[in-house]
């Protein structure tokens, strides 16, 4: 029973084309997080919506945006990917609890390979 | 800002054999979680620990939330070769970020 569903599973782009990487949950979790990866190091924040209030980090680059039209439903939009951009994306969800103490899911990623 | 410092980085261990790691911080956490990687997959949570003090086992991981609220520990018995991967600590903060450690990478030799 996925829980976090990310698609597609890989997915190869041409340098500059853009490029659209989903996410969907079924856990009816109030957050929804994109973290990009790169190999061996630990997933690294790009931005989170709780609902559909969007928090951008301070150093994401403004080549990815994101738009989560719906509590199900995230995108991940990368405008002109560069060679530096491959890597692993990561969908996260979590109920969206105060206090520290909130258990964040996984999907299982998308890897990205930039040609 | 919070850090986690997780140890060792990597280890290398026969089939059979007993693995522990941990994962320190100078801050305090409400909440600590650890996570399984397997290459090519998204992190799995492998435990979650809610209490200071608390020591949770799911098969034949165990893991400890330290009582000061600022280290965990995860024990892995009898490691079997689907043990391998990349295993993270990570603390949730106030505003629904995590914390993550580096990472400890396993292998097995069967």
């Known amino acids: 029973d996925a829980m976090v569903i990310q698609n597609p599973r890989y997915q190869v782009t041409q340098f500059g084309k853009p490029v659209t990487l989903s996410c969907s949950q079924t856990?009816?979790?109030?957050?929804m997080y994109w973290y990009q990866q790169k190999s061996s190091q630990a997933p690294k924040l790009l931005f989170h919506y709780y609902d559909k209030d969007f928090n951008n980090e301070a150093d994401t680059p403004d080549n990815f945006q994101s738009r989560r039209p719906n509590t199900s439903f995230c995108f991940l939009d990368i405008r002109s990917p560069g060679l530096g951009d491959a890597a692993m994306y990561l969908c996260?969800?979590?109920?969206?609890?105060?206090?520290?103490?909130?258990?964040?899911?996984f999907g299982p990623g998308t890897r990205l390979l930039v040609l | 800002g919070q850090q986690l410092n997780q140890s060792p980085q990597s280890m290398f261990i026969q089939e059979g054999e007993d693995v522990s790691m941990n994962c320190t911080s100078s801050s305090i956490f409400n909440t600590w979680l650890w996570y399984k990687q397997d290459p090519g997959e998204g992190p799995v949570l492998l435990i979650a620990l809610y209490k200071a003090g608390e020591l949770t086992s799911n098969g034949r991981l165990t893991a400890q939330f330290g009582i000061t609220r600022k280290d965990s520990f995860l024990n892995i018995s009898a490691s079997i070769p689907s043990d391998v991967g990349i295993y993270f600590c990570?603390?949730?903060?106030?505003?629904?970020?995590?914390?993550f450690g580096k990472g400890t990478l396993l292998t097995v030799n069967p």
């Open positions: 996260a969800t979590s109920r969206g609890l105060a206090g520290g103490t909130e258990t964040q899911y």
């Open positions: 856990l009816n979790h109030n957050v």
């Open positions: 990570a603390g949730p903060r106030s505003n629904y970020k995590l914390t």
